[in-house]
T-cell receptor, first 116, second 115 residues
Framework: AQKITQTQPGMFVQEKEAVTLDCTYDTSDPSYGLFWYKQPSSGEMIFLIYQGSYDQQNATEGRYSLNFQKARKSANLVISASQLGDSAMYFCAMRGYTGANSKLTFGKGITLSVRP | EPEVTQTPSHQVTQMGQEVILRCVPISNHLYFYWYRQILGQKVEFLVSFYNNEISEKSEIFDDQFSVERPDGSNFTLKIRSTKLEDSAMYFC?????????????FGPGTRLTVL
């Protein structure tokens, strides 16, 4: 079984600054994937970034990067140069290698508010 | 860019009624999923579907729920007799192949309100 923990209360960041959203996980699977999704107030789920457990380097996608620390079981999302449009709920999720059809397990999410 | 679509965007129904939520996954995707999100809570897995059968289902997915891929494009979730606690946002998702290494693409969701 997989478990994702997101315990930060609502986060605030000044526009153009960087912010880190925390995520820790627990799994017994030897191979797994970690994902971050953004959910704006309109409700849709937008994929941001993926990190494989055996990837040697931290994933990056534009202004998003994932600070993956396997020994600590953490996969924090770093958003650089925050924009007003980054205000949303952010979910960390993982998928274990339990077969070809593995489900995503989500954390509770973190609300990010970007201040002008 | 191809995307997952869902209809309707909002469904209001009376308790005990049947509802069918519809999804059109991305055309070349082979793995399909339903998730739900009760307001203010985390996204929860309901069911996964591959090769015309259910691959995995959660404890939420009881006998009141069913899924179907009636043709080559649609993927539906049916709730036979809705309860108040079924009120939630329901997301359909699809994945191309080797799901571990590929993201699931989510649809915009259907907000179900049970009165």
């Amino acid at each position: 079984a997989q478990k994702i923990t997101q315990t930060q209360p609502g986060m605030f960041v000044q526009e153009k600054e960087a912010v880190t959203l925390d995520c820790t996980y627990d799994t017994s699977d030897p191979s797994y994937g970690l994902f971050w999704y953004k959910q704006p107030s309109s409700g849709e789920m937008i994929f941001l970034i993926y990190q494989g457990s055996y990837d040697q380097q931290n994933a990056t996608e534009g202004r998003y990067s994932l600070n993956f620390q396997k020994a600590r079981k953490s996969a924090n999302l770093v958003i650089s140069a925050s924009q007003l449009g980054d205000s949303a709920m952010y979910f960390c999720a993982m998928r274990g290698y339990t077969g070809a059809n593995s489900k995503l397990t989500f954390g509770k999410g973190i609300t990010l508010s970007v201040r002008p | 860019e191809p995307e997952v679509t869902q209809t309707p965007s909002h469904q209001v129904t009376q308790m005990g009624q049947e509802v069918i939520l519809r999804c059109v996954p991305i055309s070349n995707h082979l793995y399909f999923y339903w998730y739900r999100q009760i307001l203010g809570q985390k996204v929860e897995f309901l069911v996964s579907f591959y090769n015309n059968e259910i691959s995995e289902k959660s404890e939420i997915f009881d006998d009141q729920f069913s899924v179907e891929r009636p043709d080559g494009s649609n993927f539906t979730l049916k709730i036979r007799s809705t309860k108040l606690e079924d009120s939630a946002m329901y997301f359909c998702a699809s994945s191309e192949r080797e799901p571990l290494y590929n993201e699931q693409f989510f649809g915009p969701g259907t907000r179900l309100t049970v009165l």
